[in-house]
């Protein structure tokens, strides 16, 4: 899968070019997602483990911890194959440019609101999106709002390497041609 598509009930807006649109957002069809597997091996497994520890607050939520000077971030889990980490976002804090290397990722959105700018703009994610990313995929996350946030994001294999790039998608659009 070479581009994004927006995991949540809602649909996707048209102009997402993706095999999941194409064929339809199985992740959409709430009786045909089966439980997190211990050892997920697809996108949708992947999707659906995030999704299990989401409403399983009781397990992250006494974890977050937000830092005004700093993004605060905890590995929450790793496994043979991926590993799971919970970020706090306080207003106006953002993760720069940024791409995951050979890592395809499930970002989630548990609490607040965050917006990821990629490369078809800029995508409002409120409490319970999910974004799903193929390695190589740029984009900037931040917290445009003035409320704290909190993200679960599942790296699949683990997260070895964060390339950061020259000039995030927020700061273009401010940036006179």
Avoid: K
């Avoid at 089966?34 to 299990?52: C, D, I, Y």
């Avoid at 939520?61 to 700093?70: C, F, I, R």
């Avoid at 106006?92 to 490369?119: F, I, K, M, N, Y």
Wanted: charged share 15%; aromatic share 6%; with cysteine.
């Amino acid at each position: 899968m070479n581009s994004t598509s927006v995991i949540t009930p809602a649909a996707a807006p048209l102009a997402v070019e993706s095999d999941l649109q194409i064929a339809g957002d199985i992740l959409s069809v709430q009786h045909l997602l089966q439980p997190a597997r211990e050892h997920p091996a697809t996108v949708a497994e992947f999707a659906g483990l995030a999704r299990s520890i989401a409403a399983n607050r009781a397990e992250w939520e006494h974890l977050v911890e937000y830092d005004a000077t700093t993004r605060w971030y905890h590995r929450l889990r790793t496994s043979p194959g991926y590993e799971v980490w919970l970020l706090s976002w306080v207003p106006g804090q953002g993760s720069g440019r940024h791409d995951h290397g050979a890592s395809s990722g499930v970002l989630t959105v548990l609490d607040g609101e965050l917006t990821e700018h990629g490369p078809r703009g800029a995508l409002t994610l409120g409490a319970g999106a999910q974004r799903v990313f193929a390695p190589g995929y740029a984009h900037e996350v931040v917290n445009d709002t003035l409320e704290g946030a909190v993200s679960l994001h599942v790296y699949f294999p683990g997260l070895t390497e964060m390339p950061m790039h020259s000039c995030s998608p927020a700061h273009r659009a401010h940036v006179p041609a």
